[in-house]
């Protein structure tokens, strides 16, 4: 069993500020336990009545003829602490607290929510809340919630899971769940999560035999491992995370020392934590909703590739559009395929989609043939069939159904769609036989697509690999010269260069390494050292290597004259190649991630990056690079030469090391231009922030 399992399946529970008025929400939790089908024993705590709605009361749980497997809490704030200790002295090991009150408001209540906490843990007692709307659980008819929703529509059973902070935002999916006739498994709103959060929901979801597809919404994540670990256990175990994340929070102190964090932000990376799990991030109900609908009924294309039968032309380009722009292929069919189709529907138009016309509602007895054409015509993931309002005409539908149900038993792992108005003893039937039914043509698109990148996800995802942590750098600042020491050390490769304190030494430097060379101003206190002027390109005798020591040290003085200066960097210039930016992170909840992109100083302004959490495989670093479009320059753009892609991807494994050894001390590291020449790369410049002590 479960650790959360008695959160959604009690045998008994006590409703802790039981009413006999079902406007308050001690009233409306009691209604619902008695009146929306739990078998449960349910005991109403009330100080001061003796029955509450027909039902004995009791005035604390110490009282109680048994230790409740759940006690659902709605008192005032001030009040929930001793129903704890009560709880506690009872033996009841989960509590939801319903109440608010607490950190959601500031002050006293931020102090009263961590006092809660400390007791949960000092009793072993398992929390939500508080400032929660409960759970429910509708295949065992129970509703612990004061969900308003219930005096009006009741969830139907079904295997959708809904796990949430937000309580507004769990009732109102599975209102609109119910309503579009999607079945609830389980539901739970974790509101403030002193304890129990959505990770640790959706770990339960993904473990529950009765949830087939989860839905998962955050507003914010404490707990970055536990989600991790939850959405990777869910994606081994093949079982869908449709998920929502809102609302926003500071960057954090790196965004001030580097770019590599204002190009992140908390969304870049929870959007690639979220991919690397195997979890779809969604961006509204609807689309989670379609996701999950399609996910509960149908198998998951197994291709990203899909067809067509329209019964209409311009349905038929509309949902093909829909498709590319979604990720999804509209191949040609074979023309034996297309001969055998034009064998039956002589008037069929087009090699995919197919435009049976309208003649084909006179010509039912068809579409078996049709459909299996299409599917032995082309490697497809799934079938799309748009029938205009045949859903609505019970005495033409068996034909169609029986094409159906002859398609998906020779196809059973394709997606097999309806698209078409209907009515619900259609819609179910289809249903029935894993046949979703949409109305509007581009939602069903959308939801296969989906559904396609889902199982794509699923099957790539995999846990970050673990790494030992080093021995610390004993440092908290760096300039460009001691940041490259340490990557170089770390094995990221650099060019050689001199750091010099005065004129002379810059020239004596230039006559070893050659020239030109490049000079750059060299202070931790000037991280961006164009913005300042602090870069000089091609400086080609000693005559100029003084002059541009002067210019280097005056403008420096002039637009930072705070500044520290630690003299001139003095190296080699390096020529052809792609320049790109590689980088880490290290985000307070996720821990290290690694960044690459296109470099140089329009990296912010085109923020053509893409991010992993570190450290790298070399597998994992090509996926990187992939995902940035910038990554075709790598393999010769416009007849140039292809560049160095396995230095590229040494250089972000080594970086993704550095970062993941040193996480506790180091926030970024940006290493722009980092240079990928067609033999070999290197590091142009380097900026390394450390963490501010405490």
């Excluded at 969830?155 to 959708?160: L, R």
């Excluded at 033409?396 to 209907?422: C, I, N, S, W, Y």
């Excluded at 005065?502 to 164009?530: F, N, W």
Aim: proline share 6%; charged share 20%.
């Amino acid at each position: 069993m479960h650790p959360l399992e008695k959160m959604f399946r009690p045998r008994s529970v006590a409703v802790v500020g039981a009413s006999g008025d079902p406007e308050k929400l001690g009233g409306r939790t009691l209604l619902h336990l008695k009146e929306l089908g739990y078998q449960g024993r349910i005991y109403p705590i009330n100080v001061s009545a003796k029955e509450v709605q027909g039902l004995p009361a009791w005035r604390s749980v110490a009282d109680l003829p048994e230790t409740p497997d759940c006690a659902l809490i709605l008192l005032p704030a001030p009040l929930v602490a001793q129903a704890i200790e009560d709880c506690a002295a009872r033996g009841v090991k989960f509590a939801q607290v319903l109440s608010s009150g607490f950190a959601e408001e500031g002050g006293e209540g931020v102090a009263m929510q961590a006092r809660l906490g400390e007791q949960a843990r000092a009793h072993g007692i398992r929390l939500t809340g508080p400032n929660c709307l409960g759970s429910i659980s509708p295949p065992d008819g129970f509703f612990g919630t004061f969900s308003s929703l219930l005096a009006t529509a009741k969830p139907p059973p079904g295997s959708v899971g809904v796990a949430t902070q937000s309580g507004a935002y769990g009732s109102h999916i599975y209102a609109v769940a119910g309503f579009r006739g999607i079945g609830i498994s389980r539901a739970i709103a974790t509101g403030n999560e002193v304890d129990i959060d959505v990770a640790e929901a959706i770990d339960y979801l993904a473990d529950d035999p009765g949830t087939r597809v989860i839905c998962a919404s955050l507003e914010g994540c404490g707990n970055g491992d536990g989600l991790r670990r939850a959405l990777l256990k869910a994606a081994a175990l093949r079982k869908p995370v449709i998920i929502m994340k809102v609302g926003s929070s500071e960057v954090g102190a790196a965004a001030a020392a580097t770019h590599t964090g204002s190009l992140a932000g908390e969304d870049r990376v929870i959007d690639t934590v979220f991919r690397e799990c195997g979890a779809l991030r969604v961006s509204s109900i609807e689309e989670m909703l379609d996701v999950a609908y399609l996910c509960a009924i149908a198998p998951l294309p197994p291709l990203v590739s899909a067809g067509i039968v329209s019964v209409s032309g311009g349905i038929g380009v509309l949902m093909a559009d829909a498709c590319i722009e979604a990720g999804l292929s509209v191949p040609a069919l074979s023309v034996d395929a297309l001969d055998a189709i034009r064998a039956v529907q002589p008037m069929a138009g087009g090699r995919n989609p197919i435009d049976t016309t309208a003649q084909l509602a006179g010509r039912l007895h068809v579409i078996e043939t049709i459909s299996q054409s299409m599917m032995g015509g082309a490697d497809l993931g799934a079938l799309f069939f748009y029938l205009a309002h045949l859903g609505r005409d019970m005495t033409r539908f068996p034909k169609v159904e029986g094409a159906f149900l002859a398609l998906r038993r020779r196809q059973p792992d394709r997606t097999v769609v309806a698209v078409m108005t209907h009515i619900d003893e259609v819609r179910q039937q289809l249903e029935a036989m894993g046949v979703p039914v949409f109305e509007d043509p581009t939602r069903a698109v959308r939801a296969v697509a989906g559904a396609a990148r889902l199982r794509r996800l699923q099957a790539e995802a995999e846990p970050v690999p673990g790494i030992a942590t080093a021995a610390p750098l004993g440092m908290t600042v760096a300039n460009e010269a001691q940041a490259k020491a340490l990557l170089a050390a770390a094995g990221v490769s650099v060019l050689p260069e001199e750091a010099c304190a005065g004129a002379e030494a810059a020239v004596a430097a230039a006559d070893r390494l050659g020239y030109p060379v490049v000079m750059k101003i060299l202070s931790d206190d000037i991280p961006h050292k164009t913005e300042v002027g602090g870069v000089m390109l091609n400086v080609a005798d000693g005559t100029a290597v003084r002059a541009a020591f002067a210019t280097l040290t005056e403008r420096a003085g002039i637009a930072r004259p705070d500044a520290r200066l630690d003299g001139v960097l003095v190296a080699p210039m390096a020529r052809g190649g792609v320049e790109t930016i590689i980088g880490t992170l290290t985000d307070p909840v996720f821990g290290p991630m690694v960044m690459f992109g296109l470099g140089g100083v329009a990296v912010e302004l085109f923020r053509d990056v893409a991010f992993a959490s570190a450290p790298l495989t070399p597998q994992r670093a090509e996926a990187l690079i992939d995902a940035s479009r910038g990554a075709a320059l790598l393999k010769g753009w416009r007849g140039g030469p292809a560049l160095d892609r396995a230095a590229l991807v040494e250089a972000l494994c080594a970086l993704s090391r550095f970062a993941a050894a040193h996480a506790d001390e180091i926030d970024s590291v940006e290493v722009n231009p980092f240079l990928v020449r067609e033999t070999g790369a290197c590091a142009l410049d380097a900026l390394v922030a450390f963490r501010a002590e405490d």
